[in-house]
C-alpha cells in the first residue's frame, strides 16, 4: 500500500506565505505525476499544480505567478509554495500521486487525507 501525507497548511492573513508537503510512503517502485488539488466548501475539487517525474509542470490559472510546485525524488516528497494568499485560495487541499507499486506495472492514483488553507481578509 502507498500513503500520502500532507503538512503544512494553516491560517494566514492575505498576502502571506505557506508551504505544503506531501510524503510518499509504503510499496514504491516509482511515481510518475504528482499535483496538488483543492476543494473549497460547496465547490467541486479542482487541479491547482501538477509536476511530472521529469519536473515538467502546470498550473491552474487563477495561481500562476503565485504558487510554484516542486518535488524532491529522492524524498518522494512534492512541494506547494504559496505566495501572496488571496481569501479566494481558502480551502482543503489534496496531495496526489500516480505511484507505481512494486506489485506493478502500472500506476494507480492514491490521494493523501487534505490539509485545510485558510486565508484571511
Known amino acids: 500500500q502507498v500513503q500520502l501525507v500532507e503538512s503544512g497548511g494553516g491560517l494566514v492573513q492575505a498576502g502571506g506565505s505557506l508551504r505544503l508537503s506531501c510524503a510518499a510512503s509504503?510499496?514504491?517502485?516509482?511515481?510518475?505525476?504528482m499535483g496538488w488539488y483543492r476543494q473549497a466548501p460547496g465547490k467541486q475539487r479542482e487541479l491547482v499544480a501538477a509536476?511530472?517525474?521529469?519536473?515538467?509542470?502546470n498550473y491552474a490559472d487563477s495561481v500562476k505567478g503565485r504558487f510554484t510546485i516542486s518535488r524532491d525524488n529522492a524524498k518522494n516528497t512534492v512541494y506547494l509554495q504559496m505566495n501572496s494568499l488571496k481569501p479566494e485560495d481558502t480551502a482543503v487541499y489534496y496531495c496526489?500521486?500516480?505511484?507505481?507499486?512494486?506489485?506493478?506495472?502500472?500506476?494507480?492514483?492514491?490521494w493523501g487525507k487534505g490539509t485545510l488553507v485558510t486565508v484571511s481578509s
Open positions: 509504503g510499496s514504491i517502485f516509482s511515481i510518475n505525476a
Open positions: 496526489n500521486a500516480v505511484v507505481v507499486t512494486t506489485l506493478g506495472p502500472y500506476g494507480m492514483d492514491y
Open positions: 509536476i511530472t517525474s521529469g519536473g515538467s509542470t
